[in-house]
Every structure is written in structure tokens, then in C-alpha cells.
């Protein structure tokens, strides 16, 4: 296997960083935090990547467990972010492998920073610390956030890569997510003595399930549509007057992601219109796009991996997956969010074994490759800014036939 000297220096610097790269995961693993709560994972990594050379500050305002670690060499040259993630479950803890996702982000940085010291080369590299990604919390969605506040106008590319069962370089079965409450209001009664002065918000509630179960035989197949009964009355002799559904709405493409959406909102208009009840929506976190992984970076990161004696797994078909804020990101800049595997075949995320298998030896070994592809990956970018004006192009010319233009066309 044929390094030239750059890339192997780099990949022996994060050799030599592996003992603080586990420390950290750790760490996080030992101390897991929900989204947009977690201070202690901020902290540390805020005060890892500061001794290891960055320069640390704020992300995104009204996102404070969030974070931005630069540093810039020889004014110019591509700018490379690398995204860190570490909120937990609620319950289950790391089961999403958050922990190793920023100690790959911290491991490739710094192994960037040092080599771009090291060669003289011009560049900038970031680490986004961009918290509450899983949707269980309020408000979720910090990369959205990075992207509304302008945090990758200028960035070249983004990459991260995501804990699983298997190797694989484009994670494109994700899907594109909205995360509604819908409220239904009516007016409480007795229930045997009244039941005619009442009105029946559960009824509403349970209407919009039926509706959404008629209306999923009309659904593409990508389309997903699921919820819970959050609340739904209080006493069996009282009307409920009050209901509240907390559900989601799934597909791939944006735009049908959009008209399920309104088609959704009108099941639940006609359930409140057949109860007499009012209805609200609340979106109870940011909307998230599928992710458009970019082509040009993931040849470079399958090379990269070839090279460390990795290969990806076949990809597996089907249509479902869950969603990620960095589908979002990849609408705006190119980016790259591959998996890699820490456990066996079919091990199921978001269960207490995948919660085990991100604080393994077999896990952290696993975490120091793929930040070694992905620092390799970064490399490429800033060693042949060709390479980023590819991948800029790539990106270019899917936003143009999004939006009706042909291929190559400017947004
Ligand atoms: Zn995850």
C-alpha cells in the first residue's frame, strides 16, 4: 500500500493521537447528553481541539452547545469542515455512536492542522460542533442551523462519517424529514351527561390516524408517515378537550416531502372540520433534507479507505433510512457522510447493543481508520483545488436539475 509521504504522515499523527481520540469518546459515551443540552461533551472537546491548536468560538446564536474550532495557514487555499456530533438518546445513551463521530471529527482535523504546518501548505480547516442531531428533542437540527446562519458560505467541503454495522461511502437511503405536532382543541364534558355539549378533540386525533392510513395506499413507496398519540384526554367521563399528535413525515425528494407534508396538515384540517374541533401545527424541530451525498468526495474516500486496506460493503437496496441535519448541509456545500462499521452485520442502531458497541476497542479502531480516510480525503481537496472545483460543479449541477435547469447549470 503505496502512501505517498504526506498522507502517511498523516495517518501516523492520528496513530499517535489515538489515545486522546478514545479518551474523548469515552468520555462522551460515559456522560451522555440530549440534544442542545450537552455541555459536558462541548467542554471537552472545546478544550481538546484547543490544545491540540485552534482556534475555538461560538456556533450559530441560540445553539450554545454548539461550537466553531479554526485553523487557517497561508491565507487562502480550500476550506475543509469536519462535522462533529454528540448528543445521546434519551434512555438508551450513545446508542447512535455519537461519541465516535467527534472524536473522528477531532482526530482528522488535527491531523490536517498539523500537516498543513508540517508541508507549507495554504488552507483552512474547521471543526462544526453541531449538536442535537437526533430528532427526540425540541428544536433538533443544530447543523440546520450552521447552514441558516451562513456558517458554510465559503467552506469547500464538508465531511464526516457516521458509526453502523457496514462500510459504506454514500449513506444515500436517507430521507428528508418534518417533524410536526399537530394539536387539536375541543371542549370538555361530561361524558354520559353531556356528551352533546362536548367536543371530542381525541376523536380528531384518532380521525387524522385513519385518514393517514387511507391515504398511504396513494404514497410513493419512499414515503413514510408515523406519529404517536401524545396526549388524548384525562378521564374516561370527560370529553377529551384536548389532543396532541407528535409524528413525522419522511421522503427522499424534496419537493414530494413537501406535498406529503400538506397532504398530511389536510387530514388532520378534515378531522378537526368532521369534530368541530380547532387545529395547530408546530414543527418540533427543523425541517431535515435527505442527504445528496457528493460523488466526487466519496471516490476519494473509497480510494482513501482502499488505501488503508478497507473495502465498502455492497450497497443494500431499499427505500426507507432515517434522516439526517447533514442532508441539509449537502444541499449547500459538498459533502460526505459514509458509515463505518463498529459491530456485526444487522446489529440494530438506536438499541442498547449499539450503545455497547461505540466504547469497544473494535469500535475505536474503526473510528482511527475512517478519520484517516477522511483526513486523506481532505488531503486530496487541499493538495488539487481541481478536485474541489469537481466537487463544487458535482454539487452545482444537482441543484440545477432540482430546479428545473439543465445539468452544469449555475444555481
Ligand atoms: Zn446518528
Redesign the pocket.
Known sequence: MGLDPEKQSLREEIERLAGILEEVSLFIHAHPEEGLREELARRKLVEVLAAQGFTVGPGPEGLPTAFVARYSQGGGGPRIAFLA?YDALPGLGHA???NL?AAVAVGAATAVRRGLERFGRPGTVLVFGTPA??GAVDDAGGKVYFVEAGFFDGVDAALMA?PSSRNAALGELSTGRVALEITFHGKAAHAAGAPHEGINALDAAILTFNAWNALRQHLREEARIHGIIAEGGVAPNIIPDRARIRMYVRARDPDYLEEVERRVRDCALGAARATGARVEFRYTARTYQSVMPNRTLARLYTDNLAALGVNLDPSEPGGGG?S?DAGNVSRVVPLIHPYFAICPRGTP?HSPEFARAAATQEAHRAALTTAQALAMTAWDLLRDPRLVREARAELEGAQGARNGGSPGSQP
Open positions: 456530533e447512535c455512536g455519537h463521530i442531531e437526533e457516521h432515517g439526517t442502531g
